[in-house]
Structures are given as structure tokens and as C-alpha cells.
């Protein structure tokens, strides 16, 4: 049985302090997938990300996180988190694993979200001799 209805979770969570958070369920079993601010913030090449822009992140691109969530948990990457009365699935992404889906699915980081040092535009020589 597959993992199936991934959304983001925005709600407070103590798994939420300095991650976006993700919730699925395979059949009945909830499973949590965290990803955390510094894993985002060296993937997509920003600094100081805000909890909104965490969020804003990953759900911009949740079929490619929940790619990554599943080919962790198939593999048997889970930990577990006891809270609220009950015991949950965790899968922790690492900034490899994301990297590894990026680069197969050959998904560039959009231009918009690169803040780092400007990169000066490659304009072709218009000088005539």
C-alpha cells in the first residue's frame, strides 16, 4: 500500500520548531515527514527563512518532497515521535535525499529563488571592429 494524501501541516507542532512539516497515511498509520529550515535553505540557496517561506517551499513543489518521503520509508528511514497520546512515523529528509530527487527528476531551482550573490546576466559582446 502506497503513502497517499500528503499536505502540509501549519498547525503548532513540536515538530514544526525549525522544519516544514508533511502528513500522510499509509492505510490507516499516519506518518510525518519533517524537513528541516537548513536542509531548505542550502537546497533552494536562501538564508533566514521565515516558518511562511518554509512552507511556501515545500508545498510549491509537495509531489517532489513526497517523492523523497516515500523512497525513505520504503526503505525502512523512519524513526518515530510519541506525542499527544499515540506514536507516530517519522521520515527526517536530508539535503541528499532531496538533492538526489532533484537531480533525477532534472527539476532546476527557479531564478526567483536564488538570493545568494547576484550572478551578473552573460550578455554577448556587442563591440564591432
Known amino acids: ?9 501549519k498547525d503548532l507542532h513540536p515538530l514544526r520548531q525549525d522544519a516544514a512539516l508533511m502528513r500522510c497515511t499509509h492505510g490507516t498509520l499516519v506518518v510525518l515527514a519533517v524537513i528541516p529550515r537548513a536542509v531548505l ?48 512515523s517519522v521520515v527526517t529528509l536530508t539535503l541528499a535525499d532531496i538533492q538526489a530527487v532533484y537531480h533525477a527528476t532534472a527539476k532546476e531551482k527557479p531564478a526567483d529563488q536564488l538570493t545568494s550573490l547576484p550572478i551578473p546576466s552573460a550578455k554577448p559582446s556587442s563591440s564591432k571592429r
Open 1 to 9: 500500500m502506497p503513502l497517499t494524501g500528503f499536505r502540509l501541516i
Open 41 to 88: 535553505e542550502e537546497h533552494f540557496w536562501r538564508a533566514s527563512l521565515t516558518q511562511e517561506e518554509l512552507d511556501q517551499l515545500v508545498a510549491a513543489d509537495i509531489g517532489a518532497f513526497g517523492l523523497v518521503v516515500l523512497a525513505k520509508y520504503r526503505r525502512g528511514e523512519i524513526g518515530s515521535w510519541r506525542g499527544f497520546g499515540r506514536t507516530l
